[in-house]
């Protein structure tokens, strides 16, 4: 289908569902509204903008549908009556031929399906608009899934993401509503998560890492990557078998405790964002299963890794210290941090951004806190900060999308789940475990080996700030004395570095410490108190 082609059905579709009328025409430039005029020949619209929106997507094929879907987990951009409807958006199309499949396994490992599987099934297991999935059994008798990216799916995407920047240049000139959605940012994040999508060796590292995080945990299982037959066109892994984790029915009829599988969903986020930094950015109901086997201790089951996110160090501990102040309704700290963080601009009022804050945040606390949720306090936190110029942070995206994803599903299981118990503790022993001894230390073995490498530069740094001292022209008797002090400060926070670094590298390389006692707390001692002399 040629780009033009492309566009007119584009429009017809614009026309059917009378997309039209969310944009403010006012504001078009006649030759837009003239395109957009014979939409009127379909009549009034019928149904709700959320409603038409859903069906055009769905009528314009699984590459929009995908688009929906990520629009969807966006209620930071997205009214929530549409996102509401586009989360029901299913990602399910026609699959491809099974000869075409076959023929994939076979370019893909260089080999046979009747040598390298002892049987594969030609009926796909499931089909979506990036990939699909058949069912096999390993020579060695193991029973895997096999999936592999549609044939030509590239091409077809990189086709609409160029209509789609286009479609969003428009939107973002000419409708005033449809810049408060930033078109181009949407369109942006999209190209990116899903042409990651088709690099499924990149899927199948996450979840590697992921399996190795929760290893002997009963919280969670990944299936295994069975490498030797994986790489960025095929994925083989271990076939697991549980039930849709929206499968209610099914769930209770197997006895399924669901407070304790809603809390654990809790306790598998925080403990992906706070103690791994890696986590499950994907995590709609399709990726998710429970294992019912001990119905009183359930356990989930969790696929398709292609879209994880993680955080920076500042990010974490910035995050887990607004979340706590929210909890306390601090809400000064909670724009103090904000700016520190560098979350919106330095010179931001914080009074002011504080008010904000609060304006949005105490309707929210009026209602029990069962009632409330965790998710949407962020999204409103964030919508808030918006206002005060604050960019927007990827990651912290992702972290918000995939919140709302579990605190959705959660309550779904169980309507009393109460986010905030399950997270003020969390957060408290994750930032008092962040800065104990134990962790304090293990930082500093971590970072000893670079300090050790920069440590012979410090005194030519000191010796060449002296020089600059001596050969600067003379100035008032108060900026020499500053810059003297300055420069003798920087000589004993050098020679402190040096003595706290080999202190505390020492054990590392040295005969066990026992035949030397107190050598490390020695130079450590010293360091410290070459720093604190004036």
Known sequence: MTRLHRLAKIASIVGKYRLDDLLDKGSLPFSIRALLAPAMLFGRPKGGRGERLRKALEDLGPIYIKLGQLLSTRPDLVPADICSELAALQDSVPPFSSAVFKDIVETSLRGSVLDLFQSFDTDPLASASVAQVHAAVLADGRNVVVKAVRPGIEKTIRKDIALMYTLAHLLNKYSADGRRLRPLDVVKDYEIVILDELNLQAEGANASLMRHNFDGSPLVYVPEIYWPYSNENLLVMERIYGIPVTNMGDLEAAGVDLKVLAERGVEIFFTQVFEHNFFHADMHPGNIFVDASNPKSPSYLAIDCAIMGSLSNEDQFYLARCLLAIFKRDYRQVAELHIRSGWVPKDTPASEFAGAIRSVCEPI???????????????????????????????????????????????????????????????????????????VLKQFKRHIPDWLEQLPQIPPLVFQALKNLQETPIAPTEVIIEKTRSNRLMARLGAAVGGVGIGLAYPLWAEPITQIPGISLILVSVGLLMLLLR
Request: proline residues 7%; positive net charge; aromatic residues 10%.
């Open 365 to 439: 606390f009026q209602r029990p806190l069962s009632e409330i949720s965790l998710g949407d306090v962020l999204v409103s936190l964030f919508n808030a900060a918006r206002r005060f110029n604050m960019e927007v942070q990827p990651s912290l995206i992702l972290l918000q999308k995939t919140l709302l994803n579990v605190e959705g599903l959660g309550r779904q299981m169980y309507p009393e789940l109460d986010l905030w118990t399950t997270a003020q503790p969390f957060l408290e022993r994750w930032l008092k475990e962040r800065y104990s001894p134990k962790s």
